[in-house]
């Protein structure tokens, strides 16, 4: 949802943090870069975001079924699936029965801030205030179903955090890199004939950022951040 680093992690040329209005970020093949707040701002409803992450997930699908997946009314959803198309994310696929089923314009998207738009960054901020709510709830999901679940599951999972100081250079090549992993399971999630066997469904949350606080001087700083993990 947030900006995802270019694949070779070449900051240099056009989309340099310091001539590129959108900064550092490069689309990826077939990727739809979104930087308008007006689509941002669209998107800032938890069940936009649940139908958006839906209709990703399968090929297409109505109000009726999509209503079935997230627990919401029929007229919620059909109102929802109505914005998101407004604004450019889905559009309706061709008519089957009495309702056309929607499916979404591109699979591939990052919203990222544009330093020429006023708004930008408040737009995208509280867009991932709602992407990140929802994550951390399904993260609390988990955690409370941990008891229940298979050892192996439990055996590879990991919740850490670290500080230390970067530049601006060294966080971008990290955020990256980061991509760069996670970019070898890509197309699995919807060609399931590319999946090894033993495949099971992952989720990975990255939160990488700047900490105003920890600052040199910053307001209420008593030592240097520490990092570690759980």
């Not at 109000?63 to 699936?81: D, F, K, M, P, Q």
Request: aromatic fraction near 6%; hydrophobic fraction near 35%.
């Amino acid at each position: 949802m947030i900006p995802a680093p270019n694949d070779n992690g070449d900051a240099s040329g056009p989309d340099s943090p310091s001539t590129s209005r959108t900064g550092s970020y490069a689309a990826r093949a077939g990727e739809e870069v979104i930087a308008d707040p007006i689509r941002i701002r669209a998107l800032a409803h938890p069940l936009r975001l649940e139908l958006l992450d839906f209709l990703d997930d399968v090929e297409q699908a109505t109000a009726t079924e999509c209503a079935a997946a997230t627990g919401e009314s029929v007229a919620s959803c059909s109102y929802h699936l109505r914005m998101l198309a407004r604004h450019g994310y889905i559009e309706q696929a061709g008519r089957t029965g009495r309702e056309k089923p929607w499916k979404v314009l591109s699979r591939g998207r990052s919203h990222v801030p544009d330093r020429s738009i006023p708004g930008s960054v408040h737009a995208l901020s509280t867009m991932a205030a709602i992407h990140v709510n929802r994550q951390l709830d399904r993260i609390q999901s988990w955690l409370r179903r941990a008891p229940q679940l298979p050892f192996e599951d439990m055996d590879v999972a990991t919740i850490s955090n670290s500080s230390f100081y970067a530049t601006h250079e060294e966080i971008r090549k990290l955020r990256d890199d980061i991509w760069e992993l996670a970019g070898r399971f890509d197309g699995r999630w919807q060609h399931p004939e590319q999946r090894p066997e033993g495949s099971v469904p992952v989720q990975l949350l990255t939160v990488l950022n700047v900490d105003p606080d920890g600052r040199p001087g910053a307001a209420g700083q008593q030592s240097a951040p520490a990092g570690g993990s759980a």
